[in-house]
Every structure is written in C-alpha cells, then in structure tokens.
C-alpha cells in the first residue's frame, strides 16, 4: 500500500502539471482505493468526493460512478449501512443506463454485503446469487470468489455451516491462484468463524492467527482488528477471559481509530459478554450499553438489540444476587 500511495501521488502531481483533469480524478479515485483498503476510511471518503466532483463537473458518467461505489464501500466498512445503501444504489443506476456489467456485478455485491452487516440475509443471499451469475458470464474469477465469500457469509450468520464451507473453502482456492493475500486472509478469517461456532476451537485458533499473520504482512489494520476480535472469542469461550479482554481490546482501538461502527459494536458486545462471565455485572452492563449505542448510529439492529437484552439481563442478575459471590465460572444465563 505505501509503494501504492507513492507512485498514484506521483502520478496524481503529473497529471495536475499537464492540467489533465480526467487523468487526476483517475489517480485520487486510486489513491483513495488504497487509503480503504487500508481501513483509513475518512481519508478515503474525502479522496473520492473529490474525484466525484471532477468527474461530476466533466460528465464523465462511469468515473462518477465507480467514485460513488467507492463512497459507499467507505461508508459500508465504517458501519453506515444507510448511507451506503443510497450510494449503491445511485451506482447501480448509472451503471445500469451504461450498459457496464461489470459495475452492476460490483455494486450489487456492495448492496448484498450492506444487506448482510444489517442482518437482512435473505435479501443478502438474493443479491450475492444475482452477482455470482454476473460474474460467471463475464468470467471475472475475483468477482466470483468475492461473491462466494459473501454468500457464505450469509450463510454462516444464519448458521448453515454445511453450506458455508464448500464456498469459503472455494473462494480460497481462487483467492490462492490468484495471489490476492487480502481476500485471502478474509475467507480464512470466515472459516475460522465457522469452526468457532462449531466449538472446534484449536482449529479456529490456528485459522485466525494464520490471518492475523497475513493482514500484519500487509499492514492492513481493519483485517487485523477482525483477527483479533475472532482470537478474543475464541479465548472467551475456552474460559480464558484474561487474555480474551486483551485482543477484544486490540480490535476495539483499532476498530475506534478506523471509524468502524460495526467492529466497535462487537468488542464492545464481547467484552461485555466476558464482564459478565466474571461476574463483574456493572463493567458488563456499561460495555453492553456502548455496544447498543455504537450498534444504534451504525443501524445494526441485531447487534443492537442482543447488547440491550444482554445489558438488562446482567442489571436484573445483579440486583437479584444477594448471597455470596458465586463461582467465577461460566454462568448459565450467558452461555452467548
């Protein structure tokens, strides 16, 4: 990314010499793909409103598409799933009238992983399949393993993990030949997910260090929070909260420092989860009361109403308990 950044800032100083404007509009929409792929969202978002701009006030209708896509990827990875839905869909309808197939692919994967962060997995799923077959006929190999990442994403939060595998497993494949480290660390982290949900933990420990080793390579800082946020479950359900509340609190500064809505949300829900193993019942609540406020201005109302549900079962578990502290062990009342 750094070598990137270098060579489009070079090529974005030539380009303004020679007053090329199309030129420069193509080298910031570049500049601010790295900046997102790099989780450095707020930098991102002002490179592509200026590129929107140029290319509003040239007419150049496929630029200004591909930097409104841009915007709403920004927006979708900083949690603003409302915004990001108004931004695809404006992309969708140029790329529509423009006949760009390739783009309509894109920005309905965009649409379905927007659907998916907000819970809506039908629609999700809906979507993803609608891509995919974009992709087929263009034979776009990335796109394809992209969608299919994303239909198992679906498919796992919904916990069909029969049906999650096959496609993780082959999204990988395609990610491996293809040489894409990124995507790549993004379908192990999913796996992983997978086997953590299954209990099979040592697997699910050796996949996300495996990813966190890959995103650390490539100083990619939002697959790095996701890595640890997965490590962090993991050691909280094997009853290791110690070392759980240490990655939860890795992914949650990164997660702050990114402006990503989402990711604070599900630190916070974790945390809180591991608060209220230890029974430590105010710290639970008031990081289960963060999580639904953070969950709230995102608009991810599961993640909302599960960190309020939670937040009250621990006030009422605690104004119930009278007697003796009880075991510091895992409680029934939070088995999440």
Do not use: W
Not at 99 to 125: F, M, Q, S
Not at 323 to 328: A, L, N
């Amino acid at each position: 990314y750094n070598r990137a950044i270098s060579f489009y800032n070079d090529a974005l100083g030539v380009y303004t010499n020679l007053g090329a404007r199309g030129g420069r509009a193509n080298a910031i929409a570049d500049l601010a793909d790295v900046h997102r792929c790099r989780g450095e969202y707020d930098r991102a978002i002002s490179l592509y409103i200026n590129a929107l701009e140029i290319y509003t006030n040239s007419g150049t209708r496929g630029g200004r598409a591909n930097a409104i896509a841009g915007l709403a990827d920004a927006h979708r990875c900083r949690g603003e799933y409302d915004r990001a839905i108004l931004l695809y869909t404006d992309a969708l309808e140029i790329y529509t009238n423009l006949g760009a197939r390739g783009g309509r692919g894109n920005t309905i994967a965009g649409l379905a992983d927007d659907h998916r962060c907000r819970g809506e997995y039908d629609r999700a799923i809906l979507l993803c399949t609608n891509a995919l077959e974009i992709y087929t006929d263009l034979r776009n190999r990335e796109g394809r393993a992209n969608t299919m990442a994303g239909l198992a994403e679906a498919h796992r939060c919904r916990g069909e993990y029969d049906r999650t595998i096959p496609l993780y497993t082959n999204a990988l494949e395609i990610y491996t030949s293809l040489g894409e480290r990124e995507r790549r660390g993004k379908a192990i982290v999913g796996l992983a997910d997978v086997h953590r949900r299954r209990c099979k933990y040592d697997r699910a420990h050796l996949l996300y260090s495996d990813a966190l080793k890959i995103y650390t390579n490539l100083g990619d800082r939002e697959g790095r929070s996701k890595a640890f946020a997965g490590l962090a479950d993991v050691h909280r359900r094997r009853g290791k909260y110690d070392v759980a509340i240490l990655r939860y609190t890795d992914a949650l500064e990164i997660c702050t420092d990114l402006s990503d809505g989402k990711g604070r949300a599900d630190a916070l829900l974790g945390l809180g989860k591991v608060y209220r193993h230890q029974n430590r019942c105010a710290d639970a609540v008031s990081s289960y009361e963060q999580a639904a406020e953070v969950a709230e201005q995102s608009g991810n109302k599961e993640v909302m109403t599960e960190a309020l549900k939670k937040a009250a079962d621990a006030r009422a578990f605690s104004t119930r308990r009278m007697g003796p502290e009880i075991s510091h062990g895992r409680s029934r009342l939070d088995k999440a």
